[in-house]
């Protein structure tokens, strides 16, 4: 036996000829063209020793390299977070997770008005796939006034055909830029409230259990909890003093102007 140098592991009298087999195919292969790829080394180590050495094995132990072309991306502009004129002109969703006493992990699909800073619901589970997503939205919009946009990350549940099918014909989407939260604060914000408020606090020994807590928690805060940037009102006792206006869209260039609602980064 004598240890491989590459992998750190002992190989067999065996194992070492299959290897300088394999170190003779791909040089014989693969060293004049070095874009030649590796199911066609493969097949011609195969065909000189019977070996049934890996692709990426083959690829080690030969040093090659070959360049990959990058993949395309969808790329995103992003928009800043707009200064709001009234109640249900952006709600901003995202998911916060946890788990259950037994170890198994749970969402909560976190909804927020950012403009009253009010949350109509908190739907939990063990797992949200586009069509759930968007059945809980659905679901929601049916029982409350529509926003005119939804502000969201670029999460698969956030991107699907299906979602975008279904939520696009009723409100607009705003997704933010892959790997800039901030750009979703108002959000991020209450998420933080969220867990320091409810999930780090409680054990919840299953799935009702963790929806019955959470619901509570949600009730608290919308009818219980005075917000800094709502001058310490409640989000529910601020949002009953305006009358929504879903007719005028947002100013997503605009800025707060002096005495406005501050940005989500000065909420507590």
Same mark, same amino acid.
């Not at 140098?5 to 394999?22: F, H, V």
């Given at each position: 036996?004598?240890?491989?140098?590459?992998?750190?592991?002992?190989?067999?009298?065996?194992?070492?000829?299959?290897?300088?087999?394999?170190a003779r195919a791909v040089g014989g292969v693969g060293a004049p063209k070095a874009a030649v790829g590796?199911?066609?080394?493969?097949?011609?180590?195969?065909?000189?020793?019977?070996?049934?050495?890996?692709?990426?094995?083959?690829?080690?132990v030969s040093g090659l390299a070959v360049r990959r072309k990058a993949r395309k991306r969808l790329v995103?502009?992003?928009?800043?977070?707009?200064?709001?004129? =009234?109640?249900? +002109? $952006?709600?901003?969703?995202?998911?916060? %997770?946890?788990? #259950?006493?037994?170890?198994?992990?749970?969402?909560?699909?976190?909804?927020?008005?950012?403009?009253?800073?009010?949350?109509?619901?908190?739907?939990?589970?063990?797992n949200f796939a586009s069509r759930r997503v968007t059945r809980e939205l659905e679901r929601i919009l049916?029982?409350?006034?529509?926003?005119?946009?939804?502000?969201?990350?670029?999460?698969?549940?956030?991107?699907?055909?299906?979602?975008?099918?279904?939520?696009?014909?009723?409100?607009?989407?705003?997704?933010?830029?892959?790997?800039?939260?901030?750009?979703?604060?108002?959000?991020?914000?209450?998420?933080?409230?969220?867990?320091?408020?409810?999930?780090?606090?409680?054990?919840?020994?299953?799935?009702?259990?963790?929806?019955?807590?959470?619901? =509570?928690?949600? +009730? $608290?805060?919308?009818?219980?909890?005075? %917000?800094?940037? #709502?001058?310490?009102?409640?989000?529910?006792?601020?949002?009953?003093?305006?009358?929504?206006?879903?007719?005028?869209?947002?100013?997503?260039?605009?800025?707060?102007?002096?005495?406005?609602?501050?940005?989500?980064?000065?909420?507590?």
């Open positions: 036996m004598r240890a491989d140098g590459d992998r750190g592991i002992e190989l067999s009298l065996p194992q070492r000829a299959k290897r300088r087999c394999i590796l199911p066609a080394v493969a097949h011609f180590a195969d065909r000189q020793r019977g070996a049934g050495e890996s692709q990426a094995s083959l690829w080690r995103r502009e992003g928009s800043p977070q707009p200064a709001l004129p =009234a109640a249900n +002109q $952006e709600w901003a969703v995202d998911f916060a %997770h946890d788990a #259950l006493a037994n170890g198994r992990a749970i969402r909560v699909l976190t909804v927020e008005d950012e403009y009253t800073r009010e949350s109509p619901a908190l739907p939990v589970d063990t049916a029982e409350r006034e529509k926003p005119l946009a939804i502000r969201c990350d670029n999460g698969p549940e956030f991107t699907s055909r299906y979602f975008l099918a279904c939520i696009e014909k009723q409100i607009a989407l705003v997704h933010i830029q892959p790997g800039k939260p901030q750009q979703n604060g108002y959000v991020e914000s209450f998420n933080g409230k969220l867990r320091d408020e409810c999930l780090n606090v409680n054990w919840f020994e299953n799935l009702w259990d963790a929806r019955r807590k959470i619901a =509570a928690w949600q +009730q $608290e805060y919308n009818e219980e909890r005075p %917000h800094s940037s #709502l001058g310490y009102q409640t989000p529910a006792a601020f949002a009953r003093q305006f009358v929504p206006s879903p007719g005028s869209a947002p100013n997503y260039g605009a800025t707060p102007a002096d005495g406005s609602l501050s940005q989500a980064s000065n909420v507590i």
